[in-house]
């Protein structure tokens, strides 16, 4: 009655895996061409400001999406073996 069951985890990424990660590596770069521009560039305090959050979003997003995207998920695929 108790049976065990047998969860293998998948190497193999699926399509909206390799996207998140594509994304993730997207986001990385547009967080440091802000983060370049803030360093380089001197404008006002609410530009300033306003371009530090969106930077910190855009990292942020950036760790999220990479590591949906080199998780390595189970198969949860039902066998029909008896």
Same mark, same amino acid.
């Given at each position: 009655? %108790?049976? *065990?069951? %047998?969860?293998?985890?998948?190497? @193999? @990424?699926? #399509?909206?895996? @390799?996207?998140?990660?594509? =994304?993730? =590596?997207?986001? =990385? =770069?547009?967080?440091?061409?802000?983060?370049?521009? #803030?360093?380089?560039? %001197?404008?006002?305090?609410? #530009? *300033?400001?306003?371009?530090?959050?969106?930077?910190?979003?855009? !990292?942020?997003?950036?760790?999220?999406?990479?590591?949906?995207?080199?998780?390595?998920?189970? &198969?949860? !695929?039902?066998?029909? &073996? %008896?």
């Amino acid at each position: 009655m %108790n049976e *065990q069951a %047998n969860v293998t985890l998948t190497t @193999k @990424k699926y #399509l909206l895996q @390799k996207i998140a990660k594509f =994304i993730s =590596i997207l986001c =990385i =770069i547009v967080a440091f061409l802000i983060g370049g521009y #803030l360093l380089f560039f %001197n404008d006002s305090d609410a #530009l *300033q400001l306003t371009l530090g959050v969106v930077a910190f979003f855009f !990292s942020a997003m950036a760790v999220v999406l990479f590591a949906i995207g080199t998780a390595n998920l189970p &198969d949860l !695929s039902i066998s029909h &073996d %008896n």
